[in-house]
């Protein structure tokens, strides 16, 4: 098989790191994207690379638009090449009747229009792949009510419409496309959830759950998969 290549988002922490580290390990090239390039680049330099896996890292703001265009599409045509998008960046703020216009604009931003416009951008090069592939990581807050935190859940209900219609359309181009809903995954990001670490969703399960999705038939397709929380 050829060198696959992953443009993973949300690569300097969390889910985006792990599933970095996933892809490292299965052999794939890797365009790494985050705002915080020294993480970035100690992440680069833990990787378990063959000499032949080449990795290049973009410290970007996802919002901005004109600067996520111009890397991105250098990225895409210095590889030549993309297999899979992995949208893991993502914000959290809380709030829901008194957020403020500002902390709601801000996850609509980061969490759905930032991953509209990465799609966009990417969509091309995968429809170029055997199987091209899109994971986006949206939440249980996607697909369950919880209170107080309406702006986030209005993020994630809208990434799962956005998702699953982007599905049907990029199958005519033999791209699958998943939306992950996880309930409350061990990252800074539920540093204030008040849950102990066991329990709260591994970083790894994220990973298992896309080795689940990927190692179907190729007749077979996921669009959408909630991973929930064992409550005792
Ligand atoms: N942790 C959970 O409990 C949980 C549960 C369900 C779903 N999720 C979702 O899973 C995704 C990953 O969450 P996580 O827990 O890994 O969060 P995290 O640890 O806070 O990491 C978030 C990542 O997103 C990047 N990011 C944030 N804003 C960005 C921007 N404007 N431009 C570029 N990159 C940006 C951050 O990098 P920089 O700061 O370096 O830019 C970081 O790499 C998110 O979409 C989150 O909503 C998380």
Redesign the pocket.
């Known amino acids: 098989m050829t060198q696959q290549v992953a443009l993973i988002?949300?690569?300097?922490?969390?889910?985006?790191?792990q599933i970095a580290h996933h892809f490292a390990q299965k052999g794939y090239s890797l365009i790494l994207?985050?705002?915080?390039q020294s993480?970035l680049g100690r992440l680069k330099q833990t990787l378990p690379l063959q000499p032949e896996q080449r990795v290049k890292t973009i410290a970007?703001?996802?919002?901005d638009a004109p600067s996520v265009a111009s890397k991105v599409q250098d990225a895409l045509a210095d590889f030549a090449q993309l297999d899979l998008l992995v949208n893991?960046?993502?914000?959290?703020r809380p709030g829901s009747s008194g957020a403020t216009l500002g902390d709601f604009a801000a996850m609509l931003d980061?969490?759905v229009t930032?991953i509209h416009h990465l799609c966009q951008l990417c969509i091309p090069a995968l429809a170029l792949s055997e199987v091209g592939r899109i994971f986006s990581?949206?939440?249980?807050s996607g697909v369950q009510a919880f209170g107080g935190i309406a702006g986030y859940a209005a993020s994630?209900h809208a990434l799962v419409g956005y998702s699953l219609s982007l599905s049907r359309e990029l199958a005519a181009q033999g791209i699958k496309v998943t939306v992950l809903c996880?309930?409350?995954?061990d990252?800074?990001?539920?540093q204030g959830?008040g849950l102990e670490p066991h329990q709260?969703i591994e970083t790894q399960d994220i990973c298992r759950a896309i080795e689940f999705v990927m190692s179907l038939s190729p007749a077979a397709m996921v669009e959408q998969l909630t991973i929930g929380r064992m409550r005792r």
């Open positions: 988002t949300g690569a300097s922490r969390g889910i985006g790191r994207l985050a705002r915080d993480l970007v703001d996802l919002c893991a960046a993502g914000i959290f980061v969490n930032a990581l949206s939440s249980v994630k996880p309930d409350v995954v990252t800074e990001m539920a959830s709260m």
